[in-house]
């Protein structure tokens, strides 16, 4: 019983030290324009109506003259669904939770990247999809939305 106490009270430990503190966090609700803040930490949400959308692309471009890389995920609806993200400056990832979407056959090969090492997607469920992004440094974005067709812009530098 007491060996029973005592790793119930390792395994409570040991979760709360990997968890994510959102006390400690920024919190912000990304926009439809493009603001020129990057952040290097933090959580980001934006709430959507939006169902049924289906992740249709992915792309990367370099622009001359842009101190920053561009990653746009493209959407089949008019907007971006409901979604929830972290930038983990630890582990030099950002994590972007899409909610009511699926994705369909989207490449997450990026061509000449400058700052990411690489992307995944993870279907956890039919209905959310979980994108990671792994850098090859620390970086800080600059998140936003664009409307008709829907896509989230990633300002990576």
């Known amino acids: 019983m007491r060996a029973l106490i005592i790793g119930f009270i ?17 919190i912000w609700k990304i926009s439809s324009r493009k603001r020129s803040i990057f952040l290097d930490s933090g959580v980001f949400h934006y709430k959507s109506d939006t169902t049924g959308a ?16 561009r990653l746009v ?5 008019t907007s971006v669904p409901r979604l929830y993200g972290h930038i983990s400056s630890s582990e030099n990832k950002l994590r972007v939770d899409f909610f ?7 490449s997450a090969e990026l061509k000449n ?5 690489g992307v ?3 279907a956890i469920d039919p209905k959310n999809v979980t994108l990671e992004v792994s850098l090859k440094g620390k970086s800080s974005f600059d998140i936003f939305y664009l409307e008709n ?9």
């Open 10 to 26: 390792l395994v409570t430990l040991s979760l709360s030290a990997v968890a994510q503190n959102l006390t400690e966090e920024r």
């Open 54 to 69: 289906i992740i249709t692309g992915l792309r990367n471009s370099i622009a001359a003259g842009r101190d920053y890389e």
């Open 73 to 77: 995920i493209d959407f089949s609806t």
């Open 100 to 106: 009511n979407t699926a994705i369909s056959g989207v």
């Open 113 to 117: 990247s400058k700052y990411v090492k």
């Open 120 to 122: 995944d997607f993870l």
């Open 149 to 157: 067709p829907g896509r989230l812009v990633i300002d990576i530098r």
